[in-house]
């Protein structure tokens, strides 16, 4: 019942897709920039910057993991997951945890040390599963998001 597959170009569109459900349901659908050709070239172009596991159910895709390469001072390579979604009409059935799982296996194959990833505070349902999983909370430490007209302030400054 559950397939868990590594996406190709030709998921762009589903890809995409599935990151307008996401924000959706993260209450924030205009933030929304990336389009789909962002997304073949990006993860599918000559220099990929991020891969993706399609969750499927019954051969329906019904969720995505979409994490890259990350590095710590602290402890080494990892994996930085940034988005891990499954349809909240598919929920509850494991494909969220298989996903996961297969980030893991990823890591695990490719010597790397730990896997990243924030959640947002309200998601009680996540927290749950990724605290039965074993994950650690980084409780003390604040995400830290520069953008728009902060970035171009900063990035202009004459130093």
């Not at 389009?35 to 073949?40: K, Q, S």
Request: charged share 25%.
């Amino acid at each position: 019942m559950i397939a868990i597959r590594a996406a190709t170009i030709a998921d762009a569109t589903l890809i995409r897709r599935l990151i307008g459900e996401l924000a959706e349901y993260e209450k924030e659908p205009d933030q929304v920039r990336t389009t789909e050709a962002d997304i073949a070239r990006d993860g599918f172009g000559a220099n990929p910057q991020f891969r993706v596991f399609i969750g499927e159910w019954c051969g329906e895709p019904v969720g995505f993991a979409v994490f890259f390469p990350y590095y710590s001072t602290w402890r080494g390579t990892g994996f930085y997951l940034e988005d891990l979604f499954v349809l909240p009409e598919f929920r509850r059935r494991g494909i969220g945890s298989a996903l996961l799982a297969h980030v893991a296996q990823a890591a695990k194959q490719e010597g790397r040390a730990f896997i990243r990833w924030a959640v947002l505070d309200w998601n009680q349902h996540a927290i749950d599963m990724y605290k039965s999983m074993g994950a650690h909370f980084l409780n003390d430490w604040r995400i830290v998001f520069l953008t728009g007209e902060g970035l171009e302030k900063l990035a202009g400054k004459n130093v």
